[in-house]
């Protein structure tokens, strides 16, 4: 089955609606072990051939994004952390956004404290826990390429915080109650995702989403956004509730997160990146953008 761009897909984009892919990366857009990206490859070749801006969404760091999108050759905004920060390459679009600081060639929007107030949170309540979680501050370049099977030249790029933290849990159920409960008490805000849970602020994926959505209505001069949201895990929830399309992109090591939505929902066959080719040719497919040919 070869699939192929549609005719009319340049008359559509170019009337009044704008479409836009949000995704999460580690386990959706990336393999869960490899961190390839080769069997989403075909479907980031459509998407770049309709000229829909593929937006990264995920719990890494500024540094791990930068490098991914130089290796896909991505130029469009991004967030980071969790949907701590948002950023935008200067002059991406032709005014700088409101509430935007120029940084690094970026406009970025922050929408979380910074990581030491996470880290010394941790520090205070590790006593109550013993041996129970380790976060990457403390692990350092060596602990995080163990817990994570990166390379420490990786590890490093991932330990280069600004927002959040990431905690692998070691103890029982009944202790990560607890130190989710004191975690709560201390101000943070927990998000799950595919190995660690992470500590950050109030901002989630779903609000750097809808905040980013706009900014891209507002630039083109348009009302209507047909967006898809794929995301594989816990903390990807509230990006794939708030997008017109959400694609669950199923994992090997755990059911599909549960949405509260009724409708607008895919979910893949495939595992991983494979699962993400095959959710965003469909919805390419569905708005006619592309067609299927044998």
């Not at 000229?51 to 905004?77: D, Y």
């Not at 509730?241 to 949405?259: H, I, Q």
């Not at 595992?271 to 080719?277: H, I, K, L, Q, S």
């Amino acid at each position: 089955m070869m699939t192929t761009a549609s005719n009319t897909a340049g008359d559509v984009d170019a009337a009044s609606t704008a479409f836009l892919v949000f995704s999460d990366l580690d386990g959706t857009l990336l393999d869960h072990d490899s961190y390839s990206h080769a069997a989403a490859q075909p479907a980031i070749d459509l998407l770049d051939v309709l000229a829909i801006p593929l937006v990264f969404v995920s719990s890494k760091t500024r540094a791990e994004v930068v490098a991914l999108r130089r290796r896909l050759a991505n130029g469009h905004p991004f967030v980071v952390e969790n949907g701590a920060a948002v950023f935008i390459p200067e002059g991406y679009f032709l005014a700088q956004p409101a509430g935007t600081v120029l940084r690094d060639g970026y406009w970025v929007r922050e929408l979380a404290a910074p990581r030491a107030r996470w880290v010394a949170l941790l520090e205070q309540i590790a006593a109550d826990f013993p041996g129970q979680f380790e976060y990457f501050a403390r692990a350092g370049e060596a602990g995080i390429a163990a817990m994570t099977g990166l390379s420490e030249a990786k590890a490093a790029l991932a330990n280069a915080r600004e927002y959040s933290e990431p905690v692998q849990w070691r103890g029982d159920r009944a202790g990560l109650d607890a130190f989710l409960a004191a975690c709560a008490a201390g101000g943070a805000r927990v998000s799950r995702g595919g190995r660690f849970y992470s500590l950050g602020g109030e901002a989630d994926k779903g609000e750097a989403l809808r905040w980013l959505r706009k900014q891209f209505a507002m630039a083109r001069g348009i009302r209507h956004i047909k967006d898809l949201a794929a995301g594989d895990g816990a903390n990807d929830v509230p990006m794939l509730e708030s997008a017109e399309t959400a694609l669950l992109v199923r994992a090997p090591d755990r059911d599909l997160p549960p949405l509260q939505r009724a409708g607008g929902v895919l979910c893949s066959d495939a595992e991983g990146p494979a699962g993400w080719a095959e959710g965003v040719t469909q919805w390419l497919c569905e708005h006619g953008l592309v067609t299927q040919d044998s």
